[in-house]
Each structure stands twice: as C-alpha cells, then as structure tokens.
C-alpha cells in the first residue's frame, strides 16, 4: 500500500533520522487497522501505512491508540487516595480533608507530589494533562516571591514525568454561595484566592506558553466567582474550564440567589463556546443541556470521582446528541486509569438508563483522547502530521486476552499499558516510566504530608 504523506510544508518530512516502528494492530481515525507501518520524524508522524512489511522496522507491542487527554487533574488531591472513608462522610466533609492537605503544601513538596502523580497518569496512557490550578499562594494567603511558584512547580513536574501540560489558572474569588450571596474565604481558602479578578488577571499574564505546556483559564465555580466578574476571564484564545452543577447545592444556591442555574449564569457571562468546557455537568436541566449543546462547549466527565464522592451521575449521552464534545478526567486522581474513566462512563449510562451500548468505542477513544479541549488540536489521533504521540496497548493479559481488538477501551486497564511516546519520545517502556519506581515516589511526596494527621 501507498504510504500516506504529508504534503504540508510546514509538517517534517521523512529523513535521515527519520524513526520507522511497525505494529500489529492500531486504532486509525478509520478504526482498526492491521500490519502498520509508522514514521516519525521531528516529533510528528511523517507516514501511517496500513498493510505494510516490517521491512527490519522496530516492533510496538499489543494495540497502538493514540495518547490519552486527562482533561481533568487535581495533581494534590492524589495525597488523599485512601484516607478519606473511615467514617464515611459527603461530598463536604471530604472537602475538608482536601483543605488539611492543601494547608501542607509549599513549591518543593508540590513538585514531588506533581511530578510522582504526572508519572502515574504517563503509566496509564496520559500524554496531556489539564490541571485544574487554584493552589496559587502560600497557606496564610501570602504571596511567594514569584507569585507563579506553584504553577511553576507543575510545569517543572510535568517535563519531568515528559507529558504535555495544560495550566488551567482557576480564578477562586468567594467561600462559596448561599440563599442571600457569596460566602466570605475561609481561612484555609486564602491561597486559592488573588483577591479581585483583575489581581487574578495580572497574575496568569505572566504565565507563558511553551512547547509542551499551555496556558488556559478557569472559573472555579459560580460559587467561588460572582457573576460580574465572570467575563473577565474569558479569553476567546484559550481554553476555558469550570466547575458547573457538580453537586445540587450549588444548583439550589445559584437558583436562590441568582434565579437561574450556573449554566444560564456562564451563558449570559459569554463564557460557553466550543473553547469551553464545563467539568461534570451531573445536575443539568434540560434546558442547561441545549445551552451546552447548542454553543459545542464540552463536557468533561470524571465517573470515578463523581462516583467516589456520591455526587451523581450526569447525562453524557443527551449532552453529546445535543452537540457537546466529551472529555474524561481523573480530577481528585482517587483512580488514575482514563480507560477506566471510559468503561465507568458507559457503564454509568447503562445503570442510569437500563440501555447497554450509550456509546461506541469510537465514541470513548473520542472522549479519551480530547486534547483539542486543552488547546493542542494536533495531538489525539494517529494522523500524518499530528504529534506523535502513542499507547500501546497489551492485547494479551488476562484484562485483554480474546478480546476484539476494536473494542479493547471497554476490557482495558492502566495495567494493560505497555508503551507510550509523547511527541516520538518513549516515557514508558514495558510498563516502567522512564524515572524508575513510580510507587516510591508517590510514597516519599505523600507520607511526610500526613506525618502529624
């Protein structure tokens, strides 16, 4: 078979180092395709021939898919995977646990805990992640010395795990929300905040885009932010994330108080767009449902925290057919398996609805590999000239074995991954990240935080 060129100018050609890897089996745009010859050269796919001879290429193991998006990451909630269900407890008195956690955290000890957590998330597919930063000041709401730091912290963390990095600065102006306004900030709330949305503004000006990291914005909530100063932090250029409907209360105070849910509040804010995407979207009306569908926001589903925390299950399928694109996220990282996140999603809608099949495996590798909503519209699929960026994945475990090759997304593990490049480099090479033993280093950033808790 003819091989499939670029013909752009501004997509590398094949050359001399060009890099030529041959597979059984990969998940094309066009779906499975067989004896797959792929080239690579300046970081992005030069040739992607199906039906090709090895011809003395080097071998990728199981199935090729294109890189995960983690559209969703809170890399400092990883310290609370297994700590917060002694007694139980609600979407709120977890928060609280989260605040402990956050009180603890300084520049030094967020790179660790960052770079470990980013490792996880490459060992399971991710070769982008949105993270979702509020942790901006130090604990009494005191600026450090470069007002960045803990931003500068995740990019430092995420080179070192070598994946692609979306910093979705998150303005956090207000406690929270009632019947009669907004909450003043807690305390522990302090360093979440910049006190005004143009402080918030000033700040995320400095922040810079980069190679492998994007700067993008974010709307805490309609109950951290007031309504007036929610268009300022929209940027027709960048994406754009928030929290919308994650739990009824937020709803109810938003109705009390404003007399409309949070959608209509960023509709009317000029705040959807296909730029746009609204995490969780569990509490939706129908109403809220043709604002998101009708302006292609996106919807970022996170089912294994949304199950973790008892908040619900949101309606993935009427937001999709009412135009919304879909993303998936590990948010409080409890689970980090984005193939897991898929299988939950479509498992969710079954439950919910008493109808198996809601959604193809084309339509979950879709929303696996969403990193046009983190602002990288050439990374996500197996294409000539997008990024190079692959998983393979094992088609012979016990998870895997016998099963058809197209719809490995629904049988699929994190422990299945075997192999994953990030722009043409391997990070990931028979399940081992390239900075060694993962589960230690998650160790030695997590325990000192719970030394005297």
């Known amino acids: 078979m003819t091989p499939v060129l670029a013909d752009d100018p501004g997509i590398p050609g094949k050359s001399a180092n060009s890099q030529r890897w041959w597979a059984a089996h990969a998940l094309l745009p066009t779906g499975l395709a067989h004896d797959v010859l792929i080239e690579v050269a300046g970081g992005r796919f030069t040739a992607i021939t199906p039906g090709s001879d090895p011809a003395g290429a080097a071998r990728l193991p199981g199935v090729v898919l294109p890189g995960f998006a983690n559209a969703h990451s809170h890399a400092f909630h990883r310290a609370l995977r297994g700590r917060t269900h002694n007694h139980g407890g609600t979407f709120w008195t977890w928060r609280e646990a989260m605040y402990s956690v956050a009180a603890k955290l300084d520049p030094d000890s967020y790179l660790d ?15 982008t992640v949105g993270e979702f930063h509020y942790l901006h000041h130090a604990p009494d709401g005191t600026r450090y010395d470069d007002p960045n730091a803990m931003a500068a912290a995740l990019m430092q963390a995420a080179t070192d795990a070598g994946i692609r990095l979306t910093v979705l600065d998150a303005c956090y102006l207000a406690g929270g929300l009632a019947a009669d306004g907004h909450l003043p900030l807690d305390p522990v709330q302090e360093r979440f905040s910049d006190g005004t949305v143009f402080t918030w503004a000033d700040r995320v000006s400095e922040l810079r885009d980069g190679e492998r990291v994007r700067i993008g914005h974010a709307i ?19 994406p754009l994330h928030v929290h919308v409907s994650e739990q009824p209360a937020e709803n109810e105070a938003s109705e009390a108080f404003y007399g409309c849910s ?25 109403f809220d449902i043709a604002l998101l569908g009708s302006s292609r926001s996106t919807v970022c589903f996170c089912p294994s925290t949304e199950g973790d925390l008892a908040d619900g299950i949101g309606p993935a399928r009427e937001l999709v057919d009412a135009g919304a694109g879909l993303s998936l996220g590990s948010d409080q990282n409890a689970v980090v398996d984005l193939l897991g996140e898929a299988h939950a999603l479509e498992d969710d809608e079954r439950l919910r609805t008493l109808h198996r099949g809601r959604f193809t495996p084309a339509e979950l590798l879709l929303a696996l590999t969403a990193h046009d909503s983190l602002g990288w519209p050439d990374a996500g699929a197996l294409v000539v000239g997008g990024r190079a960026d692959l998983v393979c994945v094992r088609d012979d475990t016990v998870r895997t074995a016998g099963a058809d090759r197209a719809q490995l997304v629904l049988v699929a593990s994190a422990a299945d991954v075997d192999t994953v490049w990030v722009d043409g480099t391997a990070i990931v090479e028979g399940g081992r990240h390239r900075l060694g033993d993962v589960g230690r280093l998650l ?11």
Request: charged content about 15%.
């Open 113 to 127: 805990l960052a770079r470990a957590t980013y490792a996880e998330m490459a060992l399971a597919g991710v070769t």
């Open 220 to 238: 805490h909530s309609v109950r951290a932010v007031p309504s007036n100063d929610l268009a300022p932090i929209v940027d027709p250029g960048r």
């Open 262 to 286: 949070p959608t209509e509040l960023l509709t009317d804010a000029g705040a959807l767009g296909p730029m746009t995407t609204a995490v969780h979207a569990t509490h939706v009306s129908a």
């Open 443 to 453: 160790s030695d950033a997590i325990f000192p935080l719970w030394k005297n808790g």
